[in-house]
C-alpha cells in the first residue's frame, strides 16, 4: 500500500454527516440529557473547580457543546464541559487568568485521558462569560435544559470530495514535513522545517475559527477538515514534531568519537589487536568532553 492509499482509507467524511438524532447514549427521547451521565459530568466538572483552587470567585455556568450537543455526533466525539467564569472577578487581567486555565485545563485533561462517559471522551475547557460558543447547541448541566436547542442539520453545505482532496494534501505535506525533521541534522534547516510546520498548524486552526464563523458552523468545511485531521492522528502529530524541532534546534549534542579513532590512535598504544576492533567498526561510541580529554592525555604520553 503506499501513502495515498494509506492516507485515502484514514480519511472517513461520512462518519460526519448529520443524524436524524442526537446521541441515544447521552440523551433520551424526550431530549434531556440521561440523568446519570449528567450528575456525572457535573461531578467530574467541580472537581476540575476544585482542583484550580480560585475559591474567591465561582463558575457561572456548567454546559455541553460541541458535536455531541448536535446532530452531528461521532464515534469519535468528545464530551466537552464548557466551564464559565466571570474573569474580571478573578483577576484584572484577562489573558493571564485565560492562560492560567488553559494550562490547568491541559494538565487536568492530560490527567485524565482515559476518563470516558458511555465510551466517549471528556475534555474540559474554561471560557470568560462574554466568551459566545460558536456551535449549533448548548446544554446547561445545572439546570437540566437547552440553553441553544440544536437545529436540524440538513443538506450540509460542503462537498465531500473537496474535504478528502484538501485533507489528503495536507496529510502527505506533514508526512514530508515530518520525515525531513527526522532526517536533518543541520539545526538551521531543522529551524526552517519546523517553522513551517508550525506555520501549518496555524493555517488550520484558522481555517477551523472561519468555518464555525459561516452559517454552517461546525458542518463547516474547514471545521470537518480539521476534525478529519485530528481523528487521524495529523494534528497531534504535526504539534508533536513541532515540539521536536525545537528541541532537536536548541539541544547540545555529546561528543561522538567513532571506532576508527580508538583503532589509530588508542588500540595501537595498548597494542591490542586490531582484527577483534574491527569488528565493531561501524559503531558510534558517545563520549563526554571530560573522556575526550582523558583520551587526549593519554596520547600524548
Same mark, same amino acid.
Given at each position: 500500500?503506499n501513502?495515498s492509499?494509506?492516507?485515502?482509507k484514514?480519511?472517513?467524511v461520512?462518519?460526519?454527516e448529520?443524524?436524524?438524532k442526537?446521541?441515544?447514549?447521552?440523551f433520551k427521547?424526550?431530549?434531556?440529557?440521561?440523568?446519570?451521565? $449528567?450528575?456525572?459530568l457535573l461531578d467530574?466538572?467541580d472537581?476540575?473547580?476544585?482542583?484550580?483552587?480560585?475559591n474567591?470567585a465561582?463558575?457561572?455556568?456548567?454546559t455541553?457543546v460541541g458535536s455531541?450537543?448536535?446532530?452531528n455526533w461521532?464515534p469519535?466525539s468528545?464530551?466537552?464541559i464548557?466551564i464559565?467564569?466571570?474573569?474580571?472577578?478573578?483577576y484584572s487581567?484577562?489573558?493571564?487568568v485565560?492562560n492560567?486555565?488553559?494550562?490547568? $485545563?491541559n494538565? =487536568?485533561?492530560k490527567?485524565?485521558?482515559?476518563? $470516558?462517559?458511555?465510551?466517549?471522551?471528556v475534555?474540559?475547557?474554561v471560557v470568560?462569560?462574554?466568551d459566545?460558543?460558536v456551535?449549533n /447547541?448548548?446544554?446547561?448541566?445545572?439546570?437540566?435544559?437547552?440553553? #441553544?436547542?440544536p437545529? *436540524?442539520?440538513n443538506?450540509p453545505k460542503w462537498?465531500e @470530495?473537496?474535504?478528502k482532496?484538501?485533507?489528503? #494534501?495536507k496529510m502527505?505535506k506533514?508526512d514530508?514535513?515530518?520525515d &525531513?525533521i *527526522?532526517?536533518?541534522? *543541520?539545526?538551521?534547516?531543522v529551524?526552517?522545517i /519546523?517553522n513551517s510546520?508550525?506555520?501549518?498548524?496555524n493555517d488550520l486552526i484558522?481555517l $477551523?475559527?472561519?468555518?464555525l464563523?459561516t #452559517?454552517?458552523?461546525?458542518? @463547516?468545511?474547514?471545521n470537518?477538515i480539521?476534525?478529519v485531521? &485530528?481523528?487521524s492522528?495529523?494534528? *497531534?502529530k504535526? =504539534?508533536?514534531?513541532?515540539n521536536?524541532?525545537?528541541d532537536k #534546534?536548541m539541544?547540545?549534542?555529546?561528543?561522538?568519537?567513532?571506532p576508527?579513532f580508538?583503532?589509530?590512535y588508542?588500540?595501537?598504544?595498548a597494542?591490542?589487536?586490531?582484527?577483534e576492533f574491527e569488528? /565493531?567498526k561501524? &559503531?558510534?561510541?558517545?563520549i563526554s568532553?571530560?573522556?575526550?580529554d582523558?583520551? &587526549?592525555?593519554?596520547l600524548?604520553?
Amino acid at each position: 500500500m503506499n501513502i495515498s492509499e494509506k492516507h485515502n482509507k484514514e480519511v472517513n467524511v461520512k462518519q460526519f454527516e448529520p443524524k436524524n438524532k442526537l446521541n441515544p447514549k447521552i440523551f433520551k427521547e424526550n431530549g434531556l440529557m440521561d440523568s446519570k451521565v $449528567r450528575l456525572q459530568l457535573l461531578d467530574i466538572a467541580d472537581d476540575f473547580v476544585k482542583s484550580v483552587e480560585v475559591n474567591w470567585a465561582k463558575p457561572i455556568s456548567y454546559t455541553v457543546v460541541g458535536s455531541m450537543a448536535n446532530y452531528n455526533w461521532n464515534p469519535k466525539s468528545d464530551i466537552d464541559i464548557h466551564i464559565s467564569y466571570d474573569f474580571s472577578k478573578i483577576y484584572s487581567k484577562k489573558d493571564f487568568v485565560k492562560n492560567f486555565f488553559m494550562s490547568k $485545563r491541559n494538565e =487536568w485533561n492530560k490527567m485524565h485521558s482515559k476518563l $470516558r462517559i458511555k465510551g466517549y471522551k471528556v475534555e474540559i475547557t474554561v471560557v470568560d462569560k462574554t466568551d459566545n460558543a460558536v456551535t449549533n /447547541g448548548i446544554y446547561d448541566l445545572e439546570k437540566n435544559k437547552w440553553e #441553544k436547542e440544536p437545529q *436540524d442539520l440538513n443538506d450540509p453545505k460542503w462537498s465531500e @470530495s473537496y474535504i478528502k482532496s484538501y485533507c489528503l #494534501k495536507k496529510m502527505e505535506k506533514i508526512d514530508t514535513l515530518c520525515d &525531513r525533521i *527526522d532526517s536533518e541534522t *543541520d539545526t538551521h534547516k531543522v529551524e526552517k522545517i /519546523g517553522n513551517s510546520l508550525e506555520k501549518l498548524g496555524n493555517d488550520l486552526i484558522e481555517l $477551523r475559527k472561519n468555518g464555525l464563523k459561516t #452559517k454552517q458552523k461546525e458542518l @463547516s468545511s474547514g471545521n470537518i477538515i480539521v476534525k478529519v485531521l &485530528r481523528n487521524s492522528g495529523y494534528i *497531534d502529530k504535526l =504539534w508533536k514534531y513541532v515540539n521536536l524541532a525545537y528541541d532537536k #534546534k536548541m539541544s547540545i549534542k555529546e561528543n561522538t568519537i567513532t571506532p576508527a579513532f580508538f583503532s589509530t590512535y588508542v588500540h595501537k598504544a595498548a597494542e591490542e589487536p586490531q582484527s577483534e576492533f574491527e569488528k /565493531g567498526k561501524n &559503531r558510534v561510541i558517545k563520549i563526554s568532553q571530560e573522556q575526550v580529554d582523558e583520551i &587526549r592525555n593519554y596520547l600524548k604520553k
